[in-house]
């Protein structure tokens, strides 16, 4: 459990689940405190015998005890109400292992922490190639920088379209390459029909998305580009074209030139990872380039700008070319 304060003043509190198989957040509120220390010395006075073992419980939304295990092996439950004590005993009888949760709650609560794992992961540095910060902070005593960045590329991120099953990746990326066209020409306002939420889903027909036994969206990359000229054909833009770059099946990647051809064209993209080190893998969409060039080479020092679609990253992301990872293939998109 923590208490949580902003500027000094309590702002509410989070209690966290203290295993996998339970719900990362079992309770919350925005306001108020639960159990300081003086409130835990106060109650831990009034336990009569000795004890061994304490743990805070949740009794519902937002009421807290602090649980004592006792040396005679009873349980006590003790929590503040108002200005009396709600006092439970439990015999060392009944003070045994509840039920365990279903396979199918562990499931799902798995699938929860699994996201939040995923989500708080080291970003920061370049050490397993993906990083939030600007190689410019360690890219020094180059002799020049080559770099472009398309503008105005969304970044939206996978959801839970129903509880536990996820968008994911391959469409949710392709989504960003068709809202770019349909907001830069008018002539391709027919790839954004309704609202981009749609489109992510039209795309998981169109690429064949799949669920896995965990939730997450499984695209093939094979299908990608299918899937990407495919829902053009279907929204009236007959001439528009979609190619993979590099081979899934020889595992063999796309060349630094043509992802940057695609970049300098002002065409966004989609690049599949495969046993990449941070993302394992992921399809992102690929928005820009960064380039430091030693003695008329920029080989290792080559960087792609990507947007990942995950919520709690930031927008802009930087992917190392050429290293932390099998293979990347790029899936270029031309709306005509």
């Known amino acids: 459990m923590f208490n949580i304060q902003v500027n000094g003043q309590d702002a509410g509190f989070v209690f966290i689940g203290n295993s996998l198989d339970e719900y990362p957040v079992l309770s919350f509120s925005y306001e108020g405190k639960v159990f300081d220390d003086i409130q835990r010395n106060s109650i831990r006075k009034t336990v009569k015998g000795e004890i061994v073992g304490e743990?805070?419980?949740?009794?519902g939304a937002g009421r807290f005890a602090l649980q004592f295990e006792m040396k005679n092996g009873n349980k006590i439950i003790k929590a503040p109400n108002g200005s009396k004590l709600f006092i439970h005993k439990?015999?060392?009888?009944?003070?045994?292992?509840?039920?365990?949760?279903?396979?199918?709650?562990?499931?799902?609560?798995?699938?929860?922490?699994?996201?939040?794992?995923?989500?708080?992961?080291?970003?920061?540095?370049?050490?397993?190639g993906v990083t939030n910060i600007d190689p410019s902070n360690w890219e020094t005593g180059y002799d020049s920088m080559n770099r472009n960045y398309i503008s105005n590329v969304p970044d939206i991120n996978q959801w839970q379209y129903e509880e536990g099953q996820w968008t994911g990746c391959?469409?949710?990326?392709?989504?960003?390459?068709?809202?770019?066209?349909?907001?830069?020409?008018?002539n391709y306002q027919n790839l954004m029909p309704t609202t981009q939420e749609d489109v992510v889903m039209a795309l998981r027909e169109t690429m064949g998305t799949t669920q896995t036994s965990d939730g997450a969206g499984s695209t093939k990359i094979y299908n990608i580009d299918d899937g990407?000229?495919?829902?053009?054909?279907?929204?009236?833009?007959?001439?528009?074209?979609?190619?993979?770059?590099g081979n899934w099946f020889f595992g063999t990647s796309v060349s630094y030139a043509d992802f940057k051809n695609e970049i300098d064209a002002q065409r966004p993209n989609l690049l599949s990872f495969i046993?990449?080190?941070?993302?394992?893998?992921?399809?992102?969409?690929?928005?820009?380039?960064?380039?430091?060039?030693?003695?008329?080479?920029?080989n290792g020092h080559q960087y792609m700008v990507i947007h990942d679609n995950w919520s709690t990253t930031t927008r802009t992301i930087y992917v190392a070319y050429g290293r932390d990872y099998n293979y990347v293939v790029m899936t270029q998109f031309i709306p005509s």
């Open 275 to 298: 046993d990449q080190t941070y993302y394992g893998e992921h399809t992102v969409t690929g928005v820009g380039y960064k380039e430091y060039v030693y003695n008329g080479s920029s």
């Open 170 to 186: 391959a469409p949710t990326a392709g989504s960003n390459v068709m809202a770019y066209w349909a907001n830069k020409d008018t």
């Open 55 to 59: 743990k805070m419980v949740s009794l």
């Open 228 to 245: 990407m000229r495919d829902y053009a054909h279907n929204q009236g833009l007959t001439n528009a074209t979609s190619k993979n770059f």
């Open 90 to 128: 439990v015999s060392r009888y009944e003070n045994a292992d509840q039920r365990k949760r279903s396979d199918k709650e562990i499931e799902k609560a798995r699938l929860f922490w699994k996201h939040i794992f995923m989500s708080v992961a080291e970003i920061g540095n370049d050490h397993d």
